[in-house]
Every structure is written in C-alpha cells, then in structure tokens.
C-alpha cells in the first residue's frame, strides 16, 4: 500500500483501474498482487485497494473494438454510456493473442474471469493491418491470374505513368501476379455484351489441370467485357468449383465492376490472393473468442470507413486492406464537429510504426479508388473505394539513423512491438522517437502506460549517443530535439499533400491528434501549420478502435451502363437504380436486421466529353424520370466539377458511366461514451526538467491530465500526462481541458 494515502499508489494515478498494460508486463498474480493491480509480478509491486467498489459490466450489452496495430493492441469497451480504454502489445507471430491479452486486460479490470466478461459482449469489432501486412511482405497466396485471350498483360502493362519520368535507375514494376501464373482463355464479348466467341470450356479445363500441377492456392479471374455481360466468368467460377473445389477465386464482374481493366483485375487478383490468409486468421479470431467464452456478432472493419461481418470479409478480403487506419477519421469527424463545431480536420493517428492523416471537409470523409500498396505506379493499385490517407513512417517506433552522408534520418523502419525502443529493455539497439521523448523528459519513466512499465533512460540515451549524437558530433539532448524536429517535419509534409496540394489552406482546419504517440509533436506539427487549433480527444490515445464503435454497418454496389445527358437512357438508368435499391435493401433486412434505422446513398461517376476520367458525383435522388430530374443530376456534376477543378462547362453534355449505391445501418444511438472518472486525482501537479529547443532545460509544470478541470488553463511550457499519452504543450500555447473531456490546445 502507498504509506502517504493508504491506497495503491498506482492506482492512484490511473486513467481507469483498467489500465493500459503491456503483455509482457503481465505475469500471474498472486494473493499478495491481486489482478488489476498494474505492478502485480513486477519487480516494484504494489497492492490495489482490494475495497474499492466493484464494477460490474451490463449483461449482453457491452460493446468492444479492438485495433491491431504494428506495436500495440488497443481496445475500447462500451458499457452503455461509459467507455474504458485498454492497451497490450501486439504479438506480430499469433496477432489474435494479443487480442485475447488486451480483451484479459478489460476483464480484470471488471475484476471478472475473461469466459464471464466475454459472455456479457454482444458485439466484437476489429481492425487489423494482417492483410496490408501480407501483401508488403508477400506471404499471400500461390495466386493464378485468368484473362481474356490477346489481354494477358494487363497486370503488366497497368495504365501507365511514372512518378519520376527521367529516373532510368528504377526498376520497371513486377505485377502482382507473376506472368507464368497468368493464362488466357479463349472467349470474346464486345463492348455493348454481346458473345463474339463463345468461351472453349475444354480448353480451360486443360487450364485448370495446369493450375494443379503449379499447387496454386487461389485464382483471378477477370474477362475483358464481363462487367456488361458475365456469362463467361460466371461459366469459369463453375469450372473452377467443380474442378477445384479447395481452392478459392474471386471474379471481376461480382468484386469491382468498373469500367477500367487494370483496376478490375487487380482487385481481383489481390482480393483471391487474400482469401486463403484472411480467411484462416478470421475463423481463427472467431474460433478463440467464441472458445473463451464470447457469443456475440463479431465485425471487421472496412477499408471505406464501415464495417461488415467477419465471415462478409472473409469471403472479400479487399474490404480488409486499410481495415485500422479507415476508422481514425470517423472518430475525427466526430470529434471535431462537437469540441470545435469546424468544417476542417486534419485527422492525424500517430501510432508506434506509422502517421496516418487524412482531411475531412464538410462532414464527409475523404475517399478515394486511386489507392495504391506503395508508390504511385510503382506499387499495385486496389482499384477498390477506400478512405484517402496518407501514410508515413513516422510513429514512435520509428528509428533514428544517420546516413552515409552524415545526415540525420527518421523511420521508416520502425523498432515496432518486438524488441520495440531501446527504453522497453528487450534487447532493442536502435534508438527511437519514443526513446528521444523520454530522453528530452517528455515521457515519465516511471509512468509509461500508467506506471505499468518502467522504461530505461539511460540505456536509450547510451543508444541515441552511440547512433546518432556521436556521428553528428551534438550533444545528446540536442541529437534527441533534432529527431523530434524531423519526425515533425515529416508529419507537416504528409499533412501538405493533402491539404496545400489540394488548394486547401491549412489555417482555416483544426487537428485532431490520435494514437498513443500523438501528443509527442501534435502541437509542433499544427504550430507550424499555423492550425486553428489542436484537439486530443479523451479516446484519442485508441481514436481507431473508438472510431469502429461510432461506425455503421454498411455496404457497396454499382453497377456499369453508360448514358450521357443529351440521350440519356432513363429507363435502363432506372432499372439499374432499382437493382442497387434491391440490393441496398436486401442487405439492411439481412445483415443490417436489427438496426436502428438505415440510409441509402446514390452516386454516379460522370465525365465531360472527351476527358479520361471520371469523378463521383452525389445522387440527389433515386430515380431520374423527367427532365427535371435529370438536370438535378447534370446540375451535381457541374456542381461537383467545379468544386474540385474550379471550373465547370454547364452547356456541356455530360457522360455517366457507373452507378453505385451505399447502403449504411446505424447500429447504435450514441455517438461516443466518457471515460468515467476513478480515482482520486487531488493535486495531480508535479514538475520535472523537460528540454525544449528555444528555452534549453527548463523545470516546468507537469499536469494529470484527469485532475483538469473544464476550462482551467495551462500555459506552455508544460507537460499534461495520462495513463495512455502524454502531451507536449509547447511555450507560446495554451492547453485547456473542454467539457466534453478532450484536451484543447490554442496558439
């Protein structure tokens, strides 16, 4: 017990009693460390305060998300109005351990057997990076690739274009699918369906038996023309069942039924190359958490904001690429609408390996199908909606280096979770962003994720001294502000491309900072910005996995039939609309049974004469039957046109070629929970040296971020601290906590 209040004197200085604890900080309790005690099995163990009010979950209603990321596993438990925030290390050799850590972590907290706490949830949703993961390091699936006759190329040839026209020394790009698992078959239909050669089924019969000599694991399959009459690839799909019944594939014209083949045939590709690793990772999560004691719904979530049943993803792994980072701007909307009632955000998620940002304008998040896994043209495009983001090598875990030329570099290799920064003492060598925020006396040691952990200055500052202060001949303090300089920089660059670059100026947007590293430079990087402001949000440290909460159920549809304005088709238009409708609602009444209420949404992608691409036009309406309507629809395109390009041809025609609809099902009736206060946190006030680049060491204020009061200010310097992040005030701001909980920093 704490001699000075009696209690556990870690307790004390928790966030919640379920605090944020790596797994490797867990060891079995025992009589004298009772569960929950955030130094039970640790060298310095304390005792919680075994008389403190029992919590007890609401039976069958608790709600929970959960996002892997590359360092830590963060997990948000919903109990009706209530939230609590939880964190363990990811284990990157079995990824749903770490999920079962983190879900042991919440059930302690409830003082509960994980089987009993499990058992209360009704809904478990989950992000996870495993397929990106995948792809980057090709451990997907053995994956064949089925084309038209005469098109076999068309993983090869893409759509052209290089990022650097004149850099001879770049490589031309491999295809996704290697060519010698690329096949053609012997089939033709034209641009308006009709068959000009029926498909020789014989021949791919003696396809598919090659396919078997080669063991492949998973087929492609994408035809010319199937997106306006399918009866070939649907004929193929049969095949393939019935030939090879074990071995999953994916067909183009059901995937992404778009116009543009490259784009179509690797979605397809890359969606069959998931299936087999998805769909084993997905039973396997499934599976353990129905073993420990859950019988709730469990979801994914999608790379366009949403989310779908985890066997719905399975069966198209796609939806499942940039599944963590698509939610950080759904809580940023949030956010931003309640505490700064803006139009602009900068969504910023720092976490342990990556900067994720993205802009939201308007109450509507950015998305995009020019999604690309690498570089722009040098990478493999999804060819599939996702949320725009940009990311960067630039979390916590990213590692500072000093290059041939004696040049400072940060990330984008990061230490991750394993062995992670020098300062996690698990035999890391490379110093980190997180091991120079502990060196400048940003980071507590003896309070990282609430004092669960004690981190070793002095081997991060030996490390940063040998690997960077030394070879650039600084001193070590100095070498640690330059790394959190440059990892700022960087940040501002990424926040650039979507902002400056796009003729959005941005002054006029407010920040949200998220991810457990965020408060280390949010307020630098909006500072040199010249932001309106920065806001982290009391979930901010886990904005992901709270962002899957505030999530609906939702799904896409489109449909291919081009039409332009002065001879528009209105009746095959129609019918198309209808179709997407009955899909749209065979949906909400299937998986979406149960909802609070649903909302459909129609776009179409449109283009003036002559131009190469399309844009997305938002439907003002669900059908088009009279004049009227139809300048409704011409009127959103110019509208929409002008917009982004600032110019519009409204005596132009207009040419629409695919129509889509998105059908959303509001699961829940509140936006966000509060994190209940626990605890006594009188006098949370302390000060220690913290080094900053203009003032040198200084001995300034250190703040409990739970102690604030609404609207009580705090000056820069200073340093505002919780059991999930800690935040950096820089001199010249000011730092208040807003009523809803979230902290509001100003410049």
Sequence with gaps: MCAATGRCRHACRQTTLGIAVPNSALLPTTPEYPAGCVRA??????????????????????????????????????????????????????????VLDALDLAARHYRLGLGDFLSRGAMFVHGTTRAINAIITGKTAKTAFITTKGHRDILVMREGGRIEPFNFTVAYPEPYVPRRYTFEVNERVDARGNIVEDLNEADFITTIKKLEALKIEAVGVCLLWSVVNSAHERRIGDLLKEHLPDVPYTLSHQLNPTLREYRRASATVIDASLKPLMFKYLDGLTNRLQDAGFNGRTLMVTSSGGIMDASAVARAPIHSINSGPAMAPVAGRYYAERDFGNAIAIVADTGGTTFDVSLVRDGRIPWSRETWIGQRTRGHMTGFPSVDIKSIGAGGGSIAWVDNGGILQVGPQSAGSTPGPVAYGRRGTEPTVTDCALILGYIDPDFFLGGAMVLDREGATRQLRLKVAEPLGIKVEEAAAAVLRLSTEKMVGAIEEITVNQGIDPTSAVMIGGGGAAGLNAVAVARRLQCAGVLIPEAGAVMSAAGALMSELSSDYAQLQFTTSDRFAGDKINEVLAELRKRCLEFAEGPGAGALDYHIE??????????????????????VKSDGDLKQVSDAFHDTHQRIFEISGRNSNVEFVTWRAKVRCRLTDRAAGTIPPEGDFAGGRARRPVYFSELGWSDVSVHRYEAMQPGEPVAGPAIIESSFTTVVVDPGTVAERTASGGLRVTF
Aim: hydrophobic content about 30%.
């Design 41 to 98: 099995g640790t060298k310095e163990a304390c005792l919680m305060d075994t008389h403190a009010t029992e919590i007890k979950p609401s039976a069958n209603h608790i709600r929970m998300a959960c996002d892997t990321g590359g360092t830590f596993t963060d997990l948000v438990v919903e109990d009706g109005n209530e939230i609590r925030l939880f964190k363990a290390s990811t284990t990157p050799d079995d990824p749903v351990r770490g």
């Design 602 to 623: 129609y776009s179409v992608e449109a283009r003036y004469p002559h131009q190469i691409w399309e844009i997305d036009v938002p439907l003002p309406l669900d059908q």
